[in-house]
């Protein structure tokens, strides 16, 4: 049971660069949410979503934009990649409040 | 926006030592959820607790719901050097269309003198 995969686990972009972090999880959970942890600090929710189709902003959206396709799958796009993005995402979901989480994608923006 | 405002902030405590945590919350949550993450590694959860005033034990942690559905604290009996680590607190709240909305507070981070 894989439980929640993100990909890649790391990535180097260049400042202005695009790119979509991949988020799956196999667990037929309706909520999936994307967060951003930086060093020291608590995880902060970037978007989440309730069902395919359907997304919301959390606290900190600016500079990305979330897709969920299908039930299975959450990504995040970066449009155009900015120094103040690098950090460790984190993907989640959730059926009933217990959330399980992917291994993290580390990014750093150059 | 909804924040969690979790204390302390780090403990430095010796192996053996009872620890107990705090959130607190000016919003109203239906769950609070305590998580546990290892350096390179994502949240695990910890406890689950659904029902204000609910007390909750998981082995040697506990956790209660605060009766006002604003608050929740975790403890630590006889803490074990694999205790090391950072301590979140998280409140499930509805959002829009049905999602619900996950936030986590700022973490504690838990270290054990041998």
């Known amino acids: 049971n894989a439980g929640v995969t993100q990909t890649p686990k790391f990535q180097v972009l260049k400042t202005g660069q695009s790119m979509t972090l991949q988020c799956a999880q196999d667990?037929?959970?309706?909520?999936m949410y994307w967060y951003r942890q930086d060093p020291g600090m608590g995880l902060r929710l970037i978007y989440y979503s309730a069902s395919e189709g359907t997304t919301d902003k959390g606290e900190v959206p600016n500079g990305y934009n979330v897709s969920r396709l299908n039930k299975r799958e959450f990504s995040l796009r970066l449009e155009s990649a900015a120094p103040s993005q690098t950090s460790v995402y984190f993907c989640a979901s959730t059926l009933t409040g217990e959330a399980f989480f992917g291994q993290g994608t580390r990014l750093t923006v150059v | 926006g909804q924040q969690l405002n979790q204390s302390p902030q780090s403990m430095f405590i010796q192996e053996g030592e009872d620890v107990s945590m705090n959130c607190t919350s000016s919003s109203i949550f239906n769950t609070w959820l305590w998580y546990k993450q290892d350096p390179g590694e994502g949240p695990v959860l910890l406890i689950a607790l659904y029902k204000a005033g609910e007390l909750t034990s998981n082995g040697r942690l506990t956790a209660q719901f605060g009766i006002t559905r604003k608050d929740s604290f975790l403890n630590i009996s006889a803490s074990i050097p694999s205790d090391v680590g950072i301590y979140f607190c998280?409140?499930?709240?509805?959002?829009?269309?049905?999602?619900?909305?996950?936030?986590f507070g700022q973490g504690t981070r838990l270290t054990i003198n041998p």
């Open positions: 667990m037929n959970h309706n909520s």
């Open positions: 998280a409140g499930l709240s509805p959002g829009i269309q049905g999602a619900q909305k996950l936030v």
